[in-house]
């Protein structure tokens, strides 16, 4: 059974971002995947700098997660990323993590080449994002994409699609919980991603 990686990088379990997200792994679950759930904020995910760039010694404290996500990403064929917009980029805890990871994201696989290769080449990625600026903030909003769809396929990912939600709130107003369609949408964008990437005889 192959495995989808399923990241949320919003505060709260039942934000927008993070409730689309578990829409589309039940979606994927009915398509016979293995969803590996994590959210960021249950990590220790100290900032990258030039000690950790590594992750090692991974029994350190500041490497354990990392590590562990880092085994994820290897071992998995599928990655969904959810995520609100901030500041028309991505949650800092999220930037972190891309950070973090990107010593396995590109490697020496050359003796010869002075250059890293991408290494996540196994992994299908699909991304959900949500936001809540007026219309005209949109355009500015899809910088966010643009950081984190390029990161993963700089590191070798295939990138196959992004859901989109506008007018999201916080709190009681404005919720993707009451959006019935919306909802649907993501189950039906994480069943056929399963079907058409993470199946057995899938590509
Ligand atoms: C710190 C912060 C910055 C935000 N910046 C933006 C923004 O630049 N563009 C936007 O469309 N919405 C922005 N929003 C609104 C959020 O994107 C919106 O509330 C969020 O998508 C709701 O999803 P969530 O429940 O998963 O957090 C911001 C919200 C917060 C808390």
Known sequence: MKTLLAISSAPNRDSNSTTLLEEFCRGAETAGVHVERVHLYDL?????????????????VANRDIKKMEEFLINSHGLVIAAPVWNFSV???LKNFLDRISYIGRVFKHK???HKQPNLTQLHCYYIFTFGVPWYGWLFDSLAYY???????YCGGKNHGLLK???CGNGST?????????LHKAYKKGRWFAQKYLQENSL
């Open 112 to 114: 010869k080449s002075m």
């Open 44 to 60: 220790h995910l100290p900032y990258f700098d030039y000690e950790n760039r590594k992750a090692e010694p991974a029994d350190n």
């Open 91 to 93: 949650p800092a805890i």
């Open 147 to 153: 950081h984190t769809t390029l990161t993963l396929w």
């Open 174 to 182: 404005n919720v993707v919980k009451n959006r019935p369609k919306l």
């Open 165 to 167: 939600a506008s007018d």
